[in-house]
Structures are given as structure tokens and as C-alpha cells.
């Protein structure tokens, strides 16, 4: 433990740097060294640091108006609403504004449990999810995401939830009971360590939970607004789910989520059912319009999947496993400890982060160009091969 550590809680193992300024693809540390990020707030800062357009949303709008709670509307609620659903070529869409990618998942799923009460009473409450999954941290979300070393500490975890393997259509199906109400899954697991399933598991999935009246839950939370090379993971192969969930990207760095519903599970929840005091703000709201005006004028979604198939050739030349989608990509190193190379490339002006005890993740903003991905990978190659050598 360091002085930086004196009063914080010890739940995160973080890197001995501290960052003090952010500029586009860049971040520089409080002895004035620069570092290429390529971890971009894991997936959270889509348009890099310091955006000058986010940074006049935000400066204008709190200056006129930050909070005023949801027993109002404001205008920049109201716009963001409309235009998630615009890109999601919902009509019928309804959003519900979080804090962050949890929340949305909450939201998801008291969806899920309310519409399904509406459509045969009480006992249909369960949720099927993926091993290997990871949908937020609170004690609900944290019983939905398929990773059992998390829930440990935590013992008994709210029940409702049952778990098959990722990318296995038949599992899921031959999990259903009369008690399972929707289906939650990531189009690529991002904290799972970057796994894209095969093209036909998606609307798979779709056609289960149409044939036995079940809503298909989407947490894009880290695939969403552009990452995987679409605006949404789910439109690779044109699988709608029922309700989508956003955060990360959406607010380049302000925390916010969203809860996107539509058909019949956007009119699920009604007065008293779910609340937020801080939700969908006006300061947060305008600068997520900023961020999604940026992607929509400077084609970051087209700029995101012409990268990541460059990014990911340039990594396949340094002779490892490559796997992922757009600019969601890992790197399977084999023997190699995965934080070994977090820190050796950090010590070189490089930022990854490590996605499993051999697995690097990189994850780079939207505006990245050639030229980033190559300094990224010529460091990352010398960083192999010094690892290689000494291991």
C-alpha cells in the first residue's frame, strides 16, 4: 500500500501511475509522460480524452441546468430518449436512464420479471445466462454474470438466475422451464475475455425466445455505440433483442446508462415500479448527444470496423492467438502472464489491461488511426519478445 491508498478501499489493484491530463488518444501521467491508451476507460472513452465538443456540452449545460430529479422532464432527457431509439429503429422504444451499465441490467431485469408476471402471473422470474458473463457488480447483477470466482465473497446471491455455457444455443434452450422468464447475454464477452460467438448463435437465441414466449435480454453495455464495428453488437446478424442495455461509451466518461425497451416490455414498468434520483440528468444527457452526434458525423462506427480488421492483422503478425470484433480485441499469449505485459507495456508508454491470467485486451477509442495501432503493436511486440526471452 502506497499513500495514494491511505483512504481508498482496496478493491481494485491499480497501476503505480497517476494520470493528471487527457488529450485525444492520450494520456499523460504527473511526471509529465505520455501514454497511448489503448484501454480507453475499458471501453468508456469512445471519442479518446478531452473531446472538444463533450467538453462544451457539458461546460454549457451546467451552466443552465444541472439537476432538477425525475418528477420532471428536461430537454436534453427527452432528445437522448429519442434519439437511442432513432438508431435503434425502435418506434416503439422507451428508455429508462441509469448511472451505469448495473443499473441498466437491474433495469433489464425487473423488465423481464414484471412482463412476464403480466403474461402468466408470478412464478415465471427466472433469468437464463451465460458462463462467463459479467453484467455489473451489484448483488442482482452479480447473481446474473457467469463467473463464480466473484461470487464467493458473497454467498447467498438472489436466486433467479441459471447458468450455461456461452455460444450454445441448444443449452439454452434445453435450460428453459416454467419458471424462466428471459435470456441475458452479451453479444461478445468483453470481461470474459473477448469471446464472439459463431454468426448463427444470436438468432438462435432470438427464434428460443420467440417460440417460448421469453424476452431476450442484450447487454451492450461494452459492445454498444459503435465498438464492435456497428452501432450495437446485436446487428451483426440482425438478431433485435426485446430490451437492450447501454452505459460505457454513451457518456465518453460520465456516468450514465440506459435501459432500452421495446413491444411489449417497454410498457412493463409503470409508475412506482423502478426510480432513479441522480438517472439520466441533464449535464449527462447533453454530453451523451455530443458523443453520439461525433460518431454519427465523424463515421466512427465505419472508422471502428475498418481499425479493428487493420489492428487485428498487425496483431496476428506478432505470431499469437487474436480474437474479437471491431475494436473489442484480445490477444492470447500463451505462456505469457497477461499482467506481466500490462506493466512492461505501461513502463514503455503503452496502456492494456489484462482480461484473463493470459489474455490482453485492447480496446482502443473510436478516433484511433493506423498510426496509433502501429505504435501500439510495435510496442507490444518488443514487449513479447523481451518476455519471451527472459521467460
Not at 485525444?24 to 471519442?47: C, P, Q, T, W
Not at 518488443?382 to 521467460?391: F, S
Request: charged content about 20%.
Amino acid at each position: 500500500m502506497n499513500d495514494l491508498d491511505a483512504h481508498l478501499m482496496q478493491t481494485y489493484r491499480r497501476q503505480p501511475v497517476r494520470f493528471v491530463r487527457g488529450e485525444g488518444m492520450h494520456l499523460y501521467d504527473s511526471e509529465g509522460k505520455r501514454y497511448l491508451d489503448f484501454v480507453a476507460g475499458i471501453a468508456v472513452n469512445a471519442l479518446g480524452h478531452a473531446h472538444p465538443l463533450v467538453a462544451e456540452a457539458v461546460a454549457k449545460q451546467s451552466s443552465i441546468l444541472v439537476h432538477t430529479s425525475n418528477l420532471y422532464y428536461t430537454e436534453p432527457m427527452v432528445a437522448l430518449s429519442e434519439k437511442l431509439c432513432e438508431l435503434l429503429g425502435w418506434a416503439d422504444g422507451r428508455v429508462f436512464f441509469a448511472n451505469s451499465g448495473a443499473e441498466a441490467n437491474e433495469c433489464a431485469i425487473k423488465v423481464a420479471r414484471k412482463w412476464s408476471r403480466m403474461q402468466s402471473g408470478p412464478h415465471r422470474y427466472e433469468t437464463i445466462a451465460a458462463f462467463g458473463s459479467f453484467h455489473g457488480r451489484t448483488l442482482e447483477t452479480l447473481a446474473a454474470t457467469g463467473q463464480p470466482a466473484k461470487w464467493e465473497a458473497f454467498t447467498p446471491l438472489p436466486p433467479g438466475f441459471v447458468h450455461v455455457p456461452f455460444d450454445d444455443a441448444p443449452a439454452v434452450k434445453a435450460a428453459i422451464t416454467s419458471i424462466t422468464c428471459s435470456v441475458l447475454l452479451e453479444p461478445v464477452q468483453g470481461e470474459g475475455g473477448v469471446i464472439v460467438p459463431s454468426p448463427e448463435y444470436l438468432p438462435s437465441i432470438r427464434t428460443i425466445c420467440d417460440g417460448a414466449n421469453l424476452l431476450f435480454l442484450d447487454d451492450e453495455v461494452q459492445t454498444g455505440l459503435g465498438r464492435t464495428g456497428r452501432w450495437f453488437g446485436f446487428q451483426h446478424e440482425d438478431a433485435h433483442p426485446d430490451v437492450i442495455t447501454l452505459a460505457k461509451a454513451l457518456g465518453n466518461g460520465l456516468p450514465i446508462g440506459a435501459c432500452v425497451a421495446r413491444g411489449g416490455a417497454a410498457e412493463a414498468l409503470t409508475y412506482g415500479d423502478h426510480a432513479t434520483t441522480m438517472g439520466g440528468g441533464p449535464v449527462v444527457c447533453a454530453a451523451a448527444l455530443a458523443v453520439l452526434e461525433v460518431i454519427e458525423q465523424d463515421d466512427l462506427v465505419t472508422n471502428a470496423a475498418q481499425m479493428g480488421v487493420y489492428l487485428k492483422t498487425k496483431l496476428g503478425d506478432l505470431g499469437y492467438d487474436v480474437r474479437g470484433q471491431g475494436l473489442l480485441i484480445a490477444i492470447a499469449l500463451g505462456r505469457i502472464a497477461a499482467s506481466s505485459v500490462v506493466e512492461a507495456c505501461r513502463l514503455r508508454g503503452l496502456l492494456v489491461n489484462e482480461v484473463g491470467p493470459s489474455v490482453v485486451r485492447l480496446c482502443p477509442p473510436l478516433i484511433v488511426s493506423k498510426q496509433d495501432c502501429d505504435a501500439a503493436v510495435s510496442i507490444l511486440g518488443k514487449v513479447l519478445t523481451d518476455l519471451e526471452v527472459t521467460g
